[in-house]
């Protein structure tokens, strides 16, 4: 039984971008950007922050809308529309990239659905926190079974489509993340002694914009947070209308990926230095993501006034944002099997199955994880080059006079558009590959940064990279076959 044409578009622009929201929103707003803010000068890296978004992010986002609504292809048949299907492969590779990032993030996705299943049974209080954390990763089989819970649910979404599952999903997800943040962020700064952690977040020191680490944070906070180069918006972009706005969608989505990590500080950072000492409170920032969210976030929420209700909202955030994007994730991959013919509801049960059996390893060992989460983490800068690339190839100025200022646009780009693309994003991507593949040479693994078995090794990322490019220009002219009837 086909189905119905309003299956097939968004039926509004909320409804588009209430769902772009949800992929822009992720774990990474949540629990990574009050870590890196706090690690690199507060407000001071702010200003290099936005700036990013406006040169790296929307310039993507702007991209990936534009290819998305022309070609009406996944990943992989969007590339081999636009320019050829000799380059069917980069589209794929895109494609992979965030596959394999789909594997583990229902995995992350599951612990924090964990964490708020034992806050609502009590489970967690009072506890040795690390000590819970520890035995949970270890005991193997409730990680599994937690990353099996949040593929199942992502896929029944997804199975009933952009209308009937994933628009609806959006319409509750997204609007009651920002109400619960809002209000976390709200109370917490009503706390005494908040002001200090504000005061850190808002103002600058100009002297920090001279160390070049903050500008390479900020640009790779801005790539890995706001979806762009995911190829997660080209996706949803197939599901456009014809007449919809690329320019005021992208910048509404940048914004809006911004604002919510902004709350996510405002909610986290001020309670942190409330309660403890200055260097201790940037001691605890740096533990690394599952340090922070699963081990000393709860000990801090303990200390204060409302913590019991607001540490299960900062859980019940982190689902939500997890699962906006993971349902994101789902659909990506279902459109490239969707364009080689398999019918819907048969992509997204195969996806889901794939899903969990390939998301095994990172749920049974976090050393796998970690190696999966560096390595295509790092793809994604590949993935935005990729997009650029098939721009040039396409050519900068008709992309932007065809794809972007098209019908239904009420802004549209200037020339300066071009130069973007052509001057600036290049040199983003090498200066911010080159500083992660420095990192892992200096400081991440020394004697081993060139062994592709190391977890954070520039080796790993070579190996893989290679082997998946490898065998996707091996199939890409079936591919050429399947996607481009």
Known sequence: MKESRESEFFSSRLALVLAVLGIAIGTGNIWRFPRIIAQNGGGSFIIPWIIFLFTWSIPLIIIEFSIGKRTRKGTAGAFGKLIGKRYLWMGAFVGFCTMAIMFYYSVVMGWCLKYLVALGSSDLHPINYEYYWNSFIESRYEPLF??????????AITYRGIAGGIEKANYVL???????????AAKVLNFPGSKEGLKFLIIPHLEDLLHYRI???????????TGAGWGLILTYAVYVRRKEDIVVNSVLAGIGDSLAS????????????????HEQALEVMASGNTGLTFIWIPQVFEKI????????LFFLTLCFAALSSLIAMVELVSRIL???????????????????????????EIAFLN????????????????????????GTSRFRKELINSEGNNINLGRWFEYVIVLVIPIEFICVLGWWFWQSATVFDPQGWWNPFHTTSIGTCILQWGGVIAVLLLLNRWMGKRMLK
């Open 215 to 225: 500008w390479l944070e900020a640009l790779s906070q801005s790539a890995w947070s």
């Open 146 to 155: 937690f990353h099996l819970l949040c593929m199942v649910i992502a896929v």
């Open 371 to 394: 190696n999966q989460d560096w390595t295509w983490g790092l793809g994604l800068l590949l993935n935005g080059i990729f997009l650029t690339y098939a721009v040039i190839k396409f």
């Open 338 to 364: 969707m364009d080689t013919g398999v019918e819907r509801r048969k992509s997204v049960l195969m996806v889901g199955i794939l899903g969990f059996l390939f998301g095994i390893p990172s749920a049974i």
């Open 305 to 312: 006034a409302g913590g019991n209700i607001l540490l299960p």
């Open 174 to 184: 997204i609007p009651s993340l920002f109400l619960i943040m809002i209000f976390a």
């Open 262 to 277: 902004i709350l996510a500080a405002l909610s986290i950072i001020p309670i942190v230095f409330t309660t403890l000492p």
